[in-house]
């Protein structure tokens, strides 16, 4: 164990892939900033091992686990249950695409679909493919060009997904010849409305936008095929939407003739303490997307679940990958829902997010926090600069600097949020234990400002990451 943070084991691996990752061409330059900034960068673990709700890094130091595999560990790390069913389907099947396993995670999931409305399946590898697979079934079932998403939203890294994505337009440079058919709508924030509106006229302009702006100036109503939504916009920053917004969603996708396509990718499987985060809201959505959680935190797993009559008949070309819907895939996907229905693990999640919700209440004191919200697990805090001349994101990557350094691990990403996913069976002291020193580290920023000070920079987004 050491107090260098990072460690030297985890300095010296971080520092082999200069030469070998994406912009290790950029290590010194990002160093040099860092150092100025007083901030380390956004990836600086390097796994020794992990266990339930613990990882150690390279130098021996144990962190509270609110990463959670970017949200991919629903019954924590390495699941020793989960660990046998993939050997032994490995083992039986190698790897095949027609087995029966296929068969039981479908008929699986099924079953727990909202109100059963959503029968079909249908396999793919990531979020991202089964991000692009809705879309590609809901233009071709309604043979129409255009799809809505958010602002902030993020369904993957696909070429496809990058344009439906609206978190940075950077994203898309370069790919400007491929952004045909994506219409971006505003997305109603909790913690900031414009023109001095309240929170009710930031939804209904919303709404107006959609079922108005958008088919007015943008495209016909009848060339739109759906509105593709997360309920609960997870990697742009865990914003929860009000209840409101998804119903009128609902309500104008009927009006319309329009696909609702739910993105449950990261809220669904109980991150939201019900099993779909769209259960909150009321409303059934056409087609739904489904990926990490199902994976039991070992074996990628994902796909898309719809109705009869829209998965049922299709000219779409959905998944062709070779990879989707593996035998150990699916076995991982099975025995994480047996562990579900046994454990009570999506209840445990719901009681986790109400003790959350408590401890981070308090938080709202403090002048750097601009918010905290959560739905069940899916936590956030917003952070915002005292100091107009000052960054926001500033102070949420020094909370989580400092965060690091105690021994808790979450996720600031290129935000002005600290988002939090521990995993849904947490043990209820380790995240009151995680959650007291979050605390403690909003504390120390608030009085001693963004720069932590008490420890070495450390380069952001470089080396391998
Ligand atoms: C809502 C949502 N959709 C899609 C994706 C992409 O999933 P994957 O990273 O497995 O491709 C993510 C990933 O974070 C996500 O949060």
């Not at 370069?174 to 023109?195: C, F, H, M, N, R």
């Amino acid at each position: 164990m050491t107090d260098q943070f990072p460690g030297p084991k985890t300095r010296q691996a971080l520092e082999r892939g200069v030469p070998l990752f994406r912009n290790g061409l950029r290590f010194d330059e990002e160093l040099e900033k860092a150092g100025r900034r007083g901030f380390r960068t956004a990836n600086q673990i390097v796994i020794d091992h992990v266990e339930g709700d613990f990882i150690w890094d390279l130098d021996g130091r144990r962190y509270i686990d609110f990463q959670n595999g970017w949200a991919t560990n629903p019954i924590g790390n390495a699941h020793p249950e989960i660990l046998e069913v993939v050997d032994a389907a490995h083992r039986r099947y190698g790897f095949h695409y027609d087995h029966p396993l296929r068969y039981d995670l479908a008929e699986m999931l099924a079953q727990i679909m909202p109100n059963k409305a959503l029968p079909r399946f249908n396999y793919e590898v990531s979020g991202t493919e089964a991000a692009e697979a809705a879309v590609h079934l809901a233009l071709t079932h309604t043979k129409r060009r255009y799809i809505i998403t958010f602002s902030s939203a993020y369904h993957g890294m696909g070429l496809g997904t990058k344009q439906l994505n609206g978190l940075d337009g950077e994203m898309t440079r370069y790919l400007e010849a491929w952004t045909g058919g994506v219409i971006k709508a505003p997305y109603p924030y909790s913690d900031q409305s414009p023109a001095g509106m309240s929170q009710e006229q930031y939804v209904d302009y919303c709404l107006w936008y959609l079922d108005n702006h958008i088919p007015g100036c943008i495209a016909p109503r009848n060339n739109i095929a759906g509105i593709l939504v997360e309920p609960g916009l997870a990697e742009g920053g865990n914003w929860i939407p009000p209840t409101n917004l998804l119903k009128g969603i609902r309500e104008i996708c009927d009006k319309n003739d329009w696909l609702m396509i739910s993105d449950e990718v990261l809220t669904g499987l109980g991150r939201t303490g019900k099993m779909w985060g769209i259960e909150h809201y009321d409303v059934i959505p056409d087609i739904l997307v489904v990926g990490k959680n199902l994976s039991g935190g070992i074996v990628p797993c994902a796909g898309i679940a719809s109705k009869d009559e829209i998965l049922g008949d299709t000219d779409g070309f959905l998944s062709g990958s070779t990879f989707a819907g593996t035998p150990a895939g699916c076995a991982a996907g099975i025995k994480t829902l047996e562990i579900y229905e046994r454990d009570k693990v999506v209840e445990h999640a719901a009681k986790l997010g109400e003790l959350a919700a408590e401890a981070m209440r308090q938080w709202e004191q403090y002048d750097i926090v601009r918010q905290v919200r959560g739905n069940g697990l899916l936590l956030g805090v917003s952070f915002e600069s005292p100091d107009p001349a000052e960054k926001n994101w500033w102070y949420a990557r020094s909370v989580r600097n400092r965060m690091l350094n105690h021994g808790v691990w979450a996720i600031s990403d290129r935000e002005d949020t600290i988002r939090m996913y521990p995993a849904l069976n947490m043990d209820e002291k380790t995240l009151l234990k995680g959650l007291d020193i979050m605390h403690e580290a909003i504390r120390y920023v608030n009085e001693h400002g963004q720069v932590e000070g008490d420890s070495p920079a450390w380069p952001t987004g470089v080396a391998g990451f």
